[in-house]
Each structure stands twice: as structure tokens, then as C-alpha cells.
């Protein structure tokens, strides 16, 4: 190992709090910072490092906080800089840091600097913006936003367009201007000031622009767009949407396809980089009734899992609210349910303009919407999942009579436990952190297996992504006759003596005896 391995946050686990849905100290039906102050001890449990707190900031929530007016003020409905200090305080208490969510793509409209901005050409902040002359009338370039219809909108007062990559209430910042990075720095140090470890940067490839000598913007192949980043890869999940045609156009996974795109990524980095391991967050759906089977008989051994495969991968794996209890998808019959902008955008698109039937786009939002993650967070089987005492912003899945917080902590095996001890397993195994990856079976078309090993140790983990039993190429499998159980997501007793199936969505770790070469 070397000392770029010994950084605290490759051995670490974050969660992901989406504040408006994780708990409602007040009953006004919106969660809020008290909220995740009263349930830190529900991350202590599980055994989390680091909490990513989507935006929080002052915000007229065109798109739920990622379109902040203040970047120093905490959003009214989700209390007060004091309950974010006692917030903090209370992560401190607990060993825990919180890296908050920054999103300076863009500001929303609302923002003082883009009110001024657009007042007249000649205001100091006018620059802060992207602005461009009208090009025979119309828009100069055929951007498309990524919430539907042109990326620019026209500003009177100025007789320009502004530029936003996603709603028109989502200007983007101008970073070529060095006012605007000198301004986000300080911002920065205004948080890091108070005891903030770290920022998720929010869409941070976006902020360069291809910009031409003479100051104007190219038009761009026509392709949908999606959320595409470096550092925090989106690859893995558009494989199950048609290439070329947008997340909304669904497609079934095909194993190996899923297994390529994460091995690169594996290999490509090591040594090099670094991975984030996540299956969800607050724009996908939920791991559970995406890849795994969301019914009574599999949901919570289709969710470990999942949760296997992933989190013995090396890199730093994300939890996302609720995640941990095995949340599942919602399927509400019409839009009038659903509140995300991506989403009712598209459909009005799609059932408008394009003339689409609303069941079938429907049967996308299903799958897709990214409501299936915002759902509140289930805390117990009580009216409204121990969410709010209030009338929630958004429903509560129903199933949270038997899905929810409370009976995963009290029963042994559940989802939530079986968390806890991969989170557990990565700081007591160093070769889960830092071993080196090689994929096995690449072409099984329903088995994911992989060997992670260091000097010292190895690692093979089996993971069977259908509802079938899988028979497991023996030969070319390290030998597994002397293996020792790690975790798997069927009892030890359960487990054959010779290991040459897995049964339906099961999976298993086991650590070899020898040394490998
Ligand atoms: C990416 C965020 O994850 C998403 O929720 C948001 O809508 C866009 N950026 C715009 O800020």
C-alpha cells in the first residue's frame, strides 16, 4: 500500500440525504435539518464515514435546491443556520464529516447576481451569465436543455438569450470569468469554515463551454442529453436505455454489458484514480426493482445482492437514503402524482408535441422518474412511513407498512444489517479497499463474479442477477474447496458443500487460504 492509499475517504462509505424526503421535524409535510439531526443515529448504526446532504441552501426549488438563490443561507422550510450548525455538530459527535452538495453551474434565476445580470448589458454581473445575440431571430444555437426544449431563453431587458443547460430558471454561470470562480471560492471557504469536509460538485463538467474564437457558441450533434461526469461515471447507468435515445427509452440489461462498463472502470483507475460504487441517488431509480426483483419472494435477497456486487468492488461506495432498507420503485397511474420537473417536463413533450400515449410514457416514468428515489424515507409502519406527521410533498410508497426502518433494525437479517456488515467488512478487510480487480466469467450472461486480491489476501465474489439458478463454470473459477465464507445473502448452513450453483439473486463472498503469487 502507499501513502496515497492511506487517505481517510478510500476506506470510507458516504450517504446520501435528500433533505426534503428523509424526515419532517415539524409536519409541514417537508423534511428538514432538525429531521436529520434526529436520525444520525440510524447512520452511526449502519456504520457511515461521510454524509453527501443534497442542496440545502436558499432555493425557490424550480428543481428542488439545485437552483440556489443564496449560497450562504439555509432554505426557510429547512430551518435555520443553527440547526445546520447543530447539525453538523452532531456528525462531528458521531466521527462522522459531511461533504455538502455545491451546484455552481448554474445559480437560479433568483440569485441577486443573475437579477442584476439581466437588468442591462452594461450591469457589473452581466458577465457572471452566457448571453448571446439572437442569430437570425431565433436561438444561436440548437442546444437542447436537459429538462426539455432550447437551452436559452430571451432576456427583453437586454434583447440577448441566456444560456441554461437545464430549466430557464437555471442560468449558467459564465467560469470564464474570474469574478465568478473567485466568488465560488470564497463561498467555499464560507463552509469549510464551519466544519465542512468537502463538496459533491454538481454537474462540474458542464462549466467549460466550447467556446469559438469569436466569442459565439457551436451548434451540437443531436443526441439526448444525460448526466454524463468524469469523475462520478454515469455509464453504468444508461445501459438500460436504448444508445443514442435518452434515459426515457428502455431497454433490458444484458449482464455482460454491465460488467464491461463497471471492469474498465475498475482497471482503468487503479493505481490512477479513484471509483465512486454507487447504484443510486436522488435522479434514479432504485436499484432494487431496476436490477433486481422488487416482489415479495427476492426483494430483500435481490437487494443484498446487489448491494454485494457493488460494495466489494474497489472504490467509495455510496448508500442513498433508503437504499439500505431495500426502497423500491412507486407506479402512480397518472402525473398529476408526480412532482420532479424532468419529469413532467418530458411528458408534456412527449404526450403533446410528440403525440406519445401516456401509458407507454408512463411505463418509462415508472421505470425512470426520478420521484422513485424522492419518495419520502420510510422510517416505520405508521401513517405516512414515520416521515411527517403533516400531509407529506410528496407520497409515501406504500409499502412502507412492511418495508421501513424500524422492522429492518429488528430483524436480524434484513437488508439494513446485511449493509451493515459490508460496510463493516471494508474496514476490517483491506484487500476489499485497495485489492486489485479481475472480472471472471465475462461472458456468463447471468453471473457477475470477481477475484479482488492483494499480497496477502483474496476475495471471490459470485453474484447471480436472475431468478434462476445458476450453474458456475467450475473450471474457470479459482478453486473454491478450501474457501472460507465471507458474507453471502443466504444463511452459512444454506451454502452447498461444493459451491457449483447459485440459487435465485444469491450471492457469495468467499476468501481463499493461499497467498496468491
Ligand atoms: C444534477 C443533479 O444531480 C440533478 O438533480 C439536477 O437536476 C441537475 N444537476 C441540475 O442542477
Known amino acids: 500500500m502507499n501513502s496515497s492509499d492511506q487517505v481517510w475517504w478510500k476506506s470510507s462509505t458516504v450517504y446520501q440525504i435528500y433533505p426534503r424526503s428523509f424526515c419532517d421535524s415539524n409536519g409541514d409535510g417537508i423534511g428538514d435539518i432538525p429531521g436529520i439531526t434526529s436520525k444520525l443515529d440510524h447512520l452511526k448504526t449502519l456504520g457511515v464515514d461521510v454524509v453527501w446532504l443534497s442542496p440545502v441552501y436558499e432555493s425557490p426549488n424550480d428543481d428542488n435546491g439545485y437552483d440556489i438563490s443564496n449560497y450562504r443561507a439555509i432554505m426557510g422550510e429547512f430551518g435555520t443556520m443553527a440547526d445546520f450548525d447543530a447539525m453538523l455538530a452532531g456528525m462531528s459527535e458521531r466521527g462522522?464529516?459531511?461533504?455538502?452538495?455545491?451546484?455552481?453551474?448554474?445559480?437560479?434565476?433568483?440569485?441577486?447576481?443573475?437579477?442584476?445580470a439581466r437588468s442591462s448589458r452594461d450591469n457589473p454581473y452581466h458577465d457572471y451569465y452566457i448571453w448571446q445575440a439572437p442569430v437570425d431571430g431565433r436561438e444561436p444555437t440548437n442546444w437542447e436543455s436537459a429538462f426539455s426544449g432550447s437551452a436559452w431563453t430571451f432576456n427583453e431587458a437586454t434583447g440577448e438569450y441566456y444560456l441554461h443547460m437545464f430549466s430557464p430558471k437555471q442560468p449558467d454561470l459564465n467560469w470564464e470569468n474570474p469574478k465568478v470562480r473567485a466568488e465560488v471560492y470564497d463561498l467555499m471557504h464560507f463552509w469549510f469554515k464551519k466544519g465542512v469536509r468537502g463538496f459533491r460538485m454538481d454537474v462540474i463538467n458542464l462549466i467549460s463551454k466550447p467556446w469559438r474564437a469569436d466569442g459565439s457558441l457551436p451548434d451540437a450533434p443531436v443526441v439526448q442529453q444525460g448526466f454524463l461526469q468524469p469523475a462520478f461515471e454515469f455509464e453504468h447507468m444508461d445501459l438500460d436505455s436504448q444508445p443514442g435515445k435518452g434515459k426515457w427509452a428502455l431497454k433490458a440489461l444484458h449482464l455482460p454489458d454491465l460488467k464491461a462498463s463497471l471492469s474498465r472502470w475498475q482497471n482503468g483507475l487503479h493505481g490512477r484514480g479513484w471509483n465512486s460504487l454507487y447504484w443510486n441517488n436522488h435522479d434514479q431509480p432504485?436499484?432494487?426493482?431496476?436490477?433486481?426483483?422488487?416482489?415479495?419472494?427476492?426483494r430483500e435477497r435481490s437487494a443484498k445482492m446487489l448491494a454485494?456486487?457493488?460494495?466489494?468492488?474497489?472504490?467509495?461506495?455510496?448508500?442513498?437514503?433508503?437504499?439500505?432498507?431495500?426502497?423500491?420503485?412507486?407506479?402512480?397511474?397518472?402525473?398529476?402524482?408526480y412532482q420532479d420537473i424532468e419529469t413532467r417536463n418530458m411528458y408534456r413533450v412527449a404526450t403533446q408535441e410528440k403525440g406519445q400515449s401516456p401509458d407507454k410514457v408512463l411505463r418509462s416514468i415508472h421505470a425512470k422518474g426520478r420521484d422513485n428515489a424522492r419518495t419520502?424515507?420510510?422510517?416505520?409502519?405508521?401513517?405516512?412511513?414515520?416521515?411527517?406527521?403533516?400531509?407529506?410533498?410528496?407520497?409515501?410508497?406504500?409499502?412502507?407498512?412492511?418495508?421501513?426502518?424500524?422492522?429492518?433494525?429488528?430483524?436480524?437479517?434484513?437488508?439494513f444489517h446485511h449493509y451493515r456488515q459490508l460496510l463493516a467488512l471494508r474496514k476490517q478487510w483491506p484487500v476489499l479497499v485497495h485489492g486489485r480487480y479481475t472480472l471472471l466469467l465475462p461472458a456468463h450472461p447471468h453471473v457477475f463474479a470477481y477475484l479482488r486480491s492483494d499480497e496477502q489476501h483474496s476475495v471471490v465474489v459470485l453474484?447471480?442477477?436472475?431468478?434462476?439458478?445458476?450453474?458456475?463454470?467450475?473450471?474457470?473459477?479459482?478453486?473454491l474447496r478450501a474457501a472460507i465464507p465471507l458474507i453471502g445473502n443466504l444463511p452459512f448452513e444454506e451454502w452447498p458443500m461444493a459451491p457449483d450453483t447459485l440459487a435465485s439473486w444469491e450471492a457469495r463472498a468467499y476468501r481463499l487460504p493461499h497467498t496468491p503469487a
Open 376 to 415: 419520502p424515507m420510510q422510517w416505520t409502519a405508521q401513517a405516512h412511513g414515520g416521515f411527517t406527521t403533516g400531509r407529506p410533498w410528496l407520497a409515501v410508497n406504500k409499502n412502507h407498512d412492511h418495508i421501513n426502518a424500524e422492522a429492518a433494525l429488528a430483524q436480524p437479517d434484513s437488508v
Open 308 to 337: 454485494t456486487c457493488l460494495h466489494l468492488m474497489q472504490g467509495t461506495p455510496y448508500v442513498y437514503q433508503g437504499e439500505e432498507l431495500g426502497m423500491t420503485n412507486v407506479a402512480w397511474p397518472d402525473i398529476t402524482h
Open 286 to 298: 432504485r436499484i432494487v426493482s431496476r436490477l433486481g426483483d422488487d416482489g415479495p419472494q427476492y
Open 96 to 116: 462522522m464529516a459531511l461533504m455538502m452538495d455545491l451546484v455552481v453551474n448554474h445559480t437560479s434565476d433568483e440569485h441577486e447576481w443573475f437579477r442584476q
Open 463 to 479: 453474484c447471480n442477477f436472475s431468478g434462476q439458478f445458476q450453474r458456475l463454470p467450475l473450471t474457470e473459477l479459482p478453486d
